[in-house]
């Protein structure tokens, strides 16, 4: 099956710094999703990539879907504390005519910030 | 509010004692999933459903089942559960390939 491969693992940061974190696959998606984890609640959607060669913002986000549909990155600009949590990326592939397809998520980027 | 909601939230239980967590979504979404969170592996996928009585194995479906009679309730049953069912589980609805997923629900089998 597809695999996602997310990294780094985790990040230890001052607050102010800029974030980055990446997902590679072994095959194509259709669409990337990054999702944020804060603990003991479930992930909540940041952004959505439908195109390769996408970027979107959402505001100190940004993301964007590879060209070759294999990999997807997610930007944090100027870190702050409430910016801790989990990262997933997800890669959604559908085929058929449907959009509702398999998901399929990487292991997790755990970011610190400290103040 | 739209929502998928849980419960139970959190629940210890012993091995073999059949156990239903049940999951609801308001937002008349056809796409129901269930995921297990165990650390260093992420969310991995246990069974979804495209629709009322429509229901397919994802990545790790072993030891449990789901139903899905009406559109907003997709419960995961354990009819026997075990230690290594020991996990965070969430549920989640979809619309359009972006997934909204629930609080999550704490199992611990003892």
């Known amino acids: 099956g597809q695999q996602l491969n997310q990294s780094p693992q985790s990040m230890f940061i001052q607050e102010g710094e800029d974030v980055s974190m990446n997902c590679t696959s072994s095959?194509?998606?259709?669409?990337w999703l990054w999702y944020k984890q804060d603990p003991g609640e479930g992930p909540v959607l940041l952004i959505a990539l439908y195109k390769a060669g996408e970027l979107t913002s959402n505001g100190r986000l940004t993301a964007q879907f590879g060209i070759t549909r294999k990999d997807s990155f997610l930007n944090i600009s100027a870190s702050i504390p409430s910016d801790v949590g989990i990262y997933f990326c997800a890669g959604l592939f559908y085929a058929g005519g449907t959009s509702y397809g398999k998901l399929t998520f990487g292991q997790g980027t755990i970011l610190t910030v400290h103040p | 509010e739209a929502q998928v909601t849980q419960n139970p939230r959190y629940l210890i239980t012993v091995t073999g004692k059949k156990l239903t967590v049940t999951c609801s979504q308001n937002?008349?979404?056809?796409?129901m999933s269930w995921y297990r969170q165990d650390p260093g592996l992420g969310l991995r996928q246990i069974y979804y459903s495209m629709n009322v009585e429509v229901t397919d194995k994802g990545d790790v479906p072993e030891g449990y089942k789901v139903s899905r009679k009406e559109k907003r309730n997709f419960p995961l049953i354990l009819e026997s559960p075990s230690p290594n069912q020991t996990s965070l589980y969430f549920c989640a609805s979809s619309y359009a390939g972006t997934q909204y997923f629930g609080p999550g629900t704490r199992l611990l089998v003892l």
């Open positions: 095959s194509i998606f259709n669409t």
């Open positions: 937002m008349n979404h056809e796409y």
